[in-house]
Every structure is written in C-alpha cells, then in structure tokens.
C-alpha cells in the first residue's frame, strides 16, 4: 500500500536518516516519539509538503516520490485544525472536493455520508466555526480530510489541545473510521496510551531515526 524506501532528509541541523517502512492496506500506524524527533517532518514528507533528497515513496505502486501535496489524494489532519473562519461547517467539508472536480451531487451526497459517519448532525450548518468546541473542530478537519476519498491518511498530533472527554471522543471516532472505512492511517503522537488505544502497529522514532515496530498485542 504505501512503501517507503531510505527516506533521507536533512532541516537545518536536523535530518530524517535512511526511513523505510511498508504500510498494509487498512493499516492504523503510530509514530510516537518525543518533540523533535521527526515525526512531522516525516509525515509533511509522505504528504508532499517537502520532497526527500534521497529515497522513494510508493502509494498503490505509484511512485509520487516528487508529486505536489494536491496531486497525492493523502488526507492530511494537522495538529490545529485550520478549519476556515469566513467558511460554514459544510463549505469547510466541501472545500476539497471543489477543487477535486466533484459535482454538486456527488459533494451532497459525500457531505451526507460523512455527516453520519463523523455524527456532525448539530454543526454540519453552522456558519461560524470559530466557536466550535475543540472536538467538534477535529471532526469537522477530519470529514475534509475525509471528504476527497483519500488514499492514505495523515493525522499529526490531532489530540494534542483536547480536554480528556474530547480526546476520547476522537479516539473512538478514529477507530470507528479505521473500522468502517478501511483507510490507511498515520497517526503521530507522544502519548503512549494514545498510541496503544489506536494503533496495529506502533513505530517509534528518535533523532530522525525508527528505533522500534511493535505490533500491538
């Protein structure tokens, strides 16, 4: 599904050494490992946001090693949301698939589904997300992630500014979405009992470099 192949790449006095992973289709892996060890820079790297200067990244055999971000179909949750101000909740979900090419019923009938699936029922016509709880928020990034029908998704740190009901809320949604829809995930955290709550595999990482697999038990 997604193979990854000697990634190297260097930021300032920090650089990503020799990465090489396989990723199984449906598979939920965390990369957990503390501040500053590589873990977004690694996931900006397989989304496109930075190209490698050695290695390949292969997505369903397609090498997209050099393809641009939009290019990829990788949905990408960031660690703040970036939902847009000026935009309603479903404007938000929809805002990809405009630029997917998506028709109007095609976007409707996918802002439906998603709105069952992430229980966005309440907010789905809310006009102003800045007043969004922070659960609510994540879920609203998550459906416009969600929305282009990605290959491959990219979480970063998506519960780092949540309270403890809302971070449990997220994480049963996220195994709920794994479950039902099969999606290849990233999920980089620090926090131990999130990566064990989520995770098939967990993958740590320090000083640029994976130190341990485990499978969960």
């Known amino acids: 599904m997604l193979e990854i192949k000697n990634i190297s790449r260097v930021w300032g006095n920090f650089s990503l050494k020799n990465i090489s992973l ?11 490992g503390p501040s500053g060890s590589g873990k977004t820079l690694l996931l900006s790297t397989i989304a496109g946001v930075y190209t490698p200067d050695n290695g390949q990244i292969s997505l369903k055999g397609k090498d997209i090693t050099s393809l641009p971000p939009q ?66 928020a994540q879920k609203v990034a998550l459906a416009r992630a969600l929305a282009i029908k990605p290959d491959l998704l990219l979480l970063d740190e998506p ?26 995930t990233i999920h980089v955290t620090h926090d131990i009992t999130e990566a064990k709550s989520l995770a098939h595999r967990i993958i740590t990482i320090k000083n640029g470099e994976i130190t341990v697999l485990k499978t969960r038990s």
Do not use: C, W
């Not at 396989?22 to 957990?32: A, H, K, Q, T």
């Not at 309603?88 to 439906?112: D, L, P």
């Open 159 to 184: 519960m780092s500014s949540l309270d403890y009901d809302n971070r449990n809320s997220i994480i049963e949604t996220l195994k709920h979405v794994n479950k039902e829809l099969k999606l290849t």
């Open 71 to 136: 290019k990829r179909f990788v949905g990408y949750v960031f660690q703040k949301n970036y939902l847009f101000p000026h935009m309603s909740v479903r404007q938000n979900i929809i805002f990809g698939m405009k630029h997917h090419g998506y028709t109007k019923k095609e976007m409707s009938a996918m802002t439906g589904y998603l709105r069952n699936l992430l229980n966005l029922s309440s907010i789905l016509d809310r006009h102003d997300t800045r007043f969004l709880s922070g659960g609510e």
């Open 22 to 32: 396989d990723i199984s289709p449906g598979e939920y892996i965390v990369l957990l």
